[in-house]
C-alpha cells in the first residue's frame, strides 16, 4: 500500500512537472457543470499551492454562468481568482472558501421572478445551503450589480482600491460608488471601507464610511460593522434627514409616523437582536426632537420602544401625523380670502379636517411603545397649547394614544384615543376631558371688546370609521358637552349681538364695561357626522343668547341660528337672529336681512302717522327671565 501511494504521488509529481496544474481545468469545468447545470470556463493557467486542510488556488480568466432565466450571461468573471478552500467540508458538498481575493470583478446577482437566486447552486436556486461561504475578501477594481424586478431594485456598484488615509505604506481602503433604483426609488451612494471586506466575520469589525440617498432620504454613516451579512455588531455615527420620516418604511420594513422635512443626528449602535439610536438630536420642521430609539428583532415581528422629548414644539408640525397637509388650514383660508365675501366660494378641495389616509397595512410591520413630551409649545392663536405629553402603543395594528395631554395654563385637557387597523375602514374611539380652560386664552389678546375670563370644561365622546381623522368624524356618533361658567365679558359684545343702537352708542361714549357672565353651554348630539344642538346657551347679566341648528362634519358647514334675548328694555334696537353659515375655512355670520328691513321699514311707515310711533319697532322690550344654569352647573367638569 505504501509503494501503490508513494507511485500515486510520484506520477502526480510528474504529471504537474511535465503540465502544471492546467490539466486539472477541464474534470474541474466537467464537474461544475454536472453539480450546477452552468458554464464554469477558466481561461488561464490554474496554480495549487497545497497546505492543509486549506490550499490556495490561483486562476485566471475565470468566468462562471447565471441561469438560464437571468438577464446577466454570467454571475461572475475576473482576470484572476485567488482563494484558499476547506477541503474536508468538500466531502460534505460545502464550499467555504477564505481569503477570496479577485481581480477586476464583474458580479452580476440576480433574484429571479419565482425568489430564486442566482448565487445559490443548485439547478433550481432555492436551496439555501448550496452557495459558496466565504468570510474575507477583496476586490480590485470591480463591479458588482444587483437585480430583482420583483421589489424594483436594479443597483450597479463600482470599487477601487486606493491608499487609505493613516499614510502607512501597505494600508489600502476599497472606494465605492453606487446608483440605479432601490424599491422603485432613486439610489446613490459613495463611501469607502476597508480593504477586507469581512463579510462573515464576527471577532473583527470592519470600517465603513457611507453617504447614501434613497429616494428623498440621506444617509451619511461613519463607523464599524461586524459580519456584513449577519450585521452582528453595528457601532456607527448617523445622520438621517428627507422629507417624511414615513419614507423610511422603504429602508427598514418598520411603520414609521409622517412628518414634515426632519434632519437627525446621533449614535447608532447594535449588540445581538437589539439595534439602539442613543442618543440623537434633531429637528422636525421648525421643531426639535431628540432621545432615544430601540428596535428589537428576534420575535414575530420587531419591537419598537423610544422616549422623545421637544423642548419646543410648534403645533403645525404635528400636522401630518394626523394626517393633515403641510399648510392645509392657511392655503384654505387664503383660497377663501382670493374668493372673497360670497357664501359658498370657497373651493370644494380645500377642507380643514386632516384628510390624508393612515396606512393601517404598515401597523402590522412593528409593535410600538413610545413615549412623547412637548415641554413648551409654541403658541398658535387658535390653540393656545402650553405642553404636550402622550403614550403610543401600537399592538397588533391596534394603536392607542393613552393618555393624551395637553396642558392649558391652569387647564387641561385629557383624552385616550385608539385607532383599530384590524378593519378596513379603521374604527376609531376618542374620549376628551377637558377642564379649567380660559376662555381668553383663545380670544384674540389684541382685541379689547371680546375680553372674557370664564373657565371652560366639558366632555367629547364619538366613535367612527375611515382612513383618515377626516372620515372618521364625517360618519362619527357620540356627543359632545361643554361648559362655560364665571367670569366676565364686554357689554359692547352683548349689545353688538342684540344690535342694541342706544346702549352701544352710550358705550362708545363712556367706554366698554364687563359684565357677568352666568354660564355658556354648547349640547350636542352626534350621529352619522352631524351635529345636532340640543342647548346652545349664552347667558349674561344683560342678555341671553339661545341657538339651534346643526353642524356638518362631513361637509364642514356650519348651519345655526343664535336669537338673543334681552333681559333690559333697550329703546333703540334692530335686534334679529344671527346665522352662522359658511364653512369650516370661512365661517360667514350675518344677521336676519329681512327682519331687520322688516323692523326699520315698520319704523317708516308709522313714523309717517306719528314721529313718535316710529320707535315702538325699535324697542326691544326683552324677557326679562334668566335661562336657569343652576342644572347645568351642576354637571360641571
Same mark, same amino acid.
Not at 503540465?19 to 481545468?25: M, P, Q, T
Not at 378596513?424 to 372674557?452: C, E, F, Y
Given at each position: ?464 370609521? +375611515? #382612513?383618515? &381623522?377626516?372620515?372618521?368624524? $364625517?360618519?362619527?356618533? =357620540?356627543? @359632545?358637552?361643554?361648559? /362655560?361658567? %364665571? ?94 353659515? +359658511? #364653512?369650516? &375655512?370661512?365661517?360667514?355670520? $350675518?344677521?336676519?336681512? =329681512?327682519? @331687520?328691513?322688516?323692523? /326699520?321699514? %315698520? ?35
Amino acid at each position: 500500500m505504501l509503494g501503490i501511494l508513494l507511485a500515486l504521488l510520484l506520477l502526480t509529481s510528474v504529471t504537474v512537472a511535465m503540465l502544471g496544474w492546467n490539466w486539472l481545468r477541464a474534470p474541474i469545468e466537467r464537474m461544475a457543470f454536472v453539480q450546477t447545470g452552468r458554464t464554469l470556463i477558466i481561461g488561464g493557467d490554474l496554480e495549487l499551492h497545497w497546505g492543509w486542510p486549506r490550499p490556495r488556488i490561483q486562476a485566471k480568466k475565470v468566468s462562471f454562468a447565471n441561469p438560464p432565466w437571468a438577464l446577466h450571461p454570467q454571475l461572475v468573471s475576473a482576470d484572476a481568482v485567488i482563494f484558499s478552500i476547506h477541503v474536508p467540508q468538500l466531502f460534505n458538498q460545502k464550499w467555504e472558501l477564505s481569503d477570496l481575493h479577485l481581480t477586476r470583478p464583474v458580479v452580476q446577482l440576480e433574484r429571479g421572478p419565482q425568489g430564486q437566486k442566482s448565487w445559490l447552486l443548485d439547478r433550481q436556486q432555492h436551496d439555501e445551503s448550496a452557495r459558496v461561504e466565504i468570510d474575507r475578501l477583496t476586490l480590485d477594481q470591480g463591479i458588482i450589480g444587483y437585480d430583482d424586478a420583483s421589489s424594483h431594485t436594479s443597483i450597479r456598484s463600482e470599487l477601487s482600491t486606493v491608499p487609505a488615509p493613516t499614510g502607512r505604506a501597505g494600508d489600502t481602503d476599497v472606494n465605492f460608488s453606487a446608483q440605479g433604483q432601490f424599491k422603485g426609488l432613486p439610489f446613490k451612494a459613495r463611501g469607502s471601507g476597508d480593504t477586507v471586506l469581512a463579510i462573515r466575520e464576527e471577532s473583527v469589525p470592519y470600517g465603513l464610511r457611507v453617504d447614501a440617498t434613497v429616494g428623498r432620504t440621506r444617509i451619511l454613516a461613519t463607523g464599524h460593522v461586524t459580519s456584513l451579512v449577519k450585521l452582528t455588531a453595528v457601532d456607527m455615527q448617523l445622520t438621517l434627514s428627507g422629507d417624511n420620516l414615513k419614507q423610511l418604511y422603504t429602508l427598514t420594513g418598520i411603520a414609521m409616523p409622517a412628518t414634515r422635512d426632519y434632519v437627525m443626528q446621533g449614535h447608532l449602535v447594535r449588540q445581538a437582536d437589539t439595534l439602539r439610536y442613543d442618543p440623537f438630536t434633531g429637528r422636525m420642521g421648525s421643531s426639535d426632537i431628540g432621545g432615544w430609539v430601540q428596535v428589537k428583532t428576534g420575535g414575530k415581528k420587531p419591537v419598537l420602544t423610544a422616549d422623545l422629548v421637544s423642548t419646543r414644539l410648534t403645533l403645525e408640525d404635528l400636522g401630518p401625523v394626523i394626517g393633515a397637509r403641510v399648510g392645509q388650514v392657511q392655503s384654505a383660508k387664503n383660497a377663501a380670502a382670493r374668493a372673497g365675501p360670497v357664501a359658498g366660494a370657497t373651493p370644494r378641495t380645500k377642507r380643514v379636517l386632516p384628510d390624508l389616509p393612515f396606512n393601517a397595512e404598515q401597523w402590522r410591520s412593528v409593535d410600538a411603545e413610545v413615549n412623547f413630551s412637548a415641554k413648551a409649545i409654541r403658541r398658535a392663536a387658535a390653540a393656545p397649547i402650553q405642553a404636550l405629553t402622550t403614550h403610543i402603543s401600537l399592538k397588533d395594528s391596534v394603536l392607542k394614544l393613552d393618555p393624551l395631554q395637553f396642558a392649558f395654563g391652569s387647564g387641561q385637557i385629557n383624552a385616550e384615543v385608539t385607532l383599530d387597523g384590524r378593519h378596513n375602514p379603521i374604527q376609531s374611539h376618542a374620549h376628551v376631558q377637558a377642564q379649567r380652560l380660559a376662555l381668553s386664552q383663545w380670544l384674540p389678546a389684541n382685541k379689547g371688546d371680546t375680553a372674557m375670563t370664564s373657565l371652560l370644561g366639558g366632555q367629547i365622546t364619538l366613535a367612527g370609521s +375611515g #382612513n383618515s &381623522v377626516g372620515s372618521m368624524l $364625517a360618519g362619527a356618533n =357620540g356627543s @359632545v358637552r361643554l361648559l /362655560a361658567s %364665571g367670569g366676565q365679558i364686554s357689554q359692547m359684545l352683548m349689545e353688538k349681538t342684540g344690535l342694541h343702537l342706544w346702549e352701544m352708542f352710550r358705550l362708545a361714549l363712556t367706554g366698554d364695561k364687563q359684565i357677568k357672565l352666568r354660564c355658556a353651554v354648547a349640547n350636542f348630539d352626534v350621529k352619522a357626522g352631524q351635529m345636532q344642538a340640543n342647548t346652545l346657551l349664552l347667558d349674561t347679566q344683560v342678555t341671553t343668547l339661545l341657538g339651534r341648528g346643526a353642524i356638518d362634519l362631513a361637509q364642514e358647514k356650519f348651519d345655526l341660528t343664535i336669537t338673543p334675548k334681552t333681559k333690559n328694555t333697550s329703546p333703540l334696537a334692530l335686534h334679529s337672529p344671527i346665522h352662522v353659515g +359658511g #364653512n369650516f &375655512v370661512k365661517p360667514i355670520i $350675518a344677521v336676519d336681512r =329681512g327682519r @331687520v328691513a322688516a323692523r /326699520a321699514l %315698520g319704523s317708516v311707515v308709522l313714523g309717517i302717522v306719528n314721529p313718535l310711533l316710529m320707535l315702538i319697532p325699535l324697542i326691544d322690550a326683552g324677557p326679562g327671565i334668566d335661562s336657569g344654569c343652576a342644572k347645568w352647573l351642576k354637571s360641571q367638569p
